[in-house]
């Protein structure tokens, strides 16, 4: 594969990586993407919006009081910092390919490697001879963004909200802060599941393509509908028919932990500087979500509609 296509690749599937990108929800916490974070000891409020890392920028301009409240903040704070994306490709393909010795062959047995195969030919031209050397969440990842594109031409966007907001906070000369380290996020990305269930997942949505659609389908309405409950269900309720839904301990990895982590952090930055926190939607709602968990901590949380 050529050097190229790998760092586009590479390119597409970091910023869409969080589209895989909360315990129950009331439905006051619905209805907006953007919330005021005032009280218990700050002088000046903070802003948290949840983004879509695949939709274009311009749908910003559809959110009532985005603009005054982006300007209105002294810093940004994202889930990760954005500004050496040289430096974090090269991070993500490192991690991103399988160790020595473990190909496919030792994953997949010979019926999975054609389908496999087959399907990366068809989604994305490039099969396991050229794609072979990443490990299967990478590959899942790749289809995933891909097949939003596919499906979704008009609303996919090449960057992504989260690099519009860190690049006009930097254009203003002011600090953009990190929740989580990179390798802490490609970490959780690739080395956290055991390749076998990796493979597992993958094999999942090559032969279920159409439960991806239409997960993407749902999420898209939800989002373009501000409604964080509906998004929550999205990544946190099983349906009857999902032939490989989620584990307990994948889902409290993917948000309740990292929320928790990241509610650690923010009182101190918040306290020090104005704050637009901007990070991935499904991050918002539910007992473990950040709305919430701000409120426990004393803070008034609440829409800006």
């Known amino acids: 594969m050529k050097k190229m296509k790998i760092k586009k690749i590479i390119s597409i599937v970091f910023l869409g990586l969080i589209v895989s990108s909360c315990n129950n929800a009331s439905s006051k916490n619905s209805g907006s993407l953007l919330w005021r974070i005032s009280g218990n000891g700050l002088e000046n409020p903070s802003y948290l919006f949840g983004t879509h890392h ?13 603009k005054e409240a982006f300007e209105s903040t002294e810093q940004t704070i994202g889930e990760i910092d954005l500004s050496a994306m040289g430096e974090l490709q090269l991070k993500l ?46 590959l899942s990842n790749l289809i995933s963004v891909t097949l939003y594109k596919k499906y979704y031409p008009n609303l996919s966007g090449e960057k992504s909200m989260d690099e519009y ?23 959780m990305l690739f080395n956290y599941q055991s390749l076998s269930r990796q493979a597992e997942l993958l094999m999942c ?30 990544y946190e309720e099983d349906t009857p028919d999902d032939p490989c839904p989620a584990t307990q301990e994948e889902k409290e990895m993917l948000n309740k932990k990292r929320n928790q982590k990241w509610l650690e952090k923010l009182p ?19 007992e473990d979500g950040l709305i919430e968990g701000l409120r426990k901590l004393g803070y008034k949380v609440e829409p800006v509609k």
């Open 93 to 138: 393909m490192n991690e991103a390919l399988m160790p020595e010795g473990i190909t496919y062959g030792t994953l997949l047995n010979a019926n999975d490697i054609a389908l496999l195969d087959s399907a990366l030919h068809e989604w994305i031209g490039l099969g396991l001879d050229q794609l072979g050397q990443m490990k299967p969440a990478m």
């Open 268 to 286: 101190a930055l918040m306290k020090e500087k104005s704050s637009f926190i901007a990070v991935g939607c499904a991050h918002l709602p539910g």
């Open 165 to 187: 907001f860190q690049e006009e906070t930097s254009k203003r000369f002011r600090p953009v802060k990190e929740l989580e380290t990179v390798d802490e996020q490609i970490d």
């Open 205 to 234: 949505v090559v032969k279920h393509p159409e439960l991806l659609k239409d997960q993407m389908d749902k999420l898209q309405a939800a989002y373009y509908a501000y409604d964080l409950e509906s998004i929550r269900k999205l």
């Open 54 to 66: 695949l939709i274009p920028v311009s749908f910003l301009d559809n959110i009532d009081g985005l």
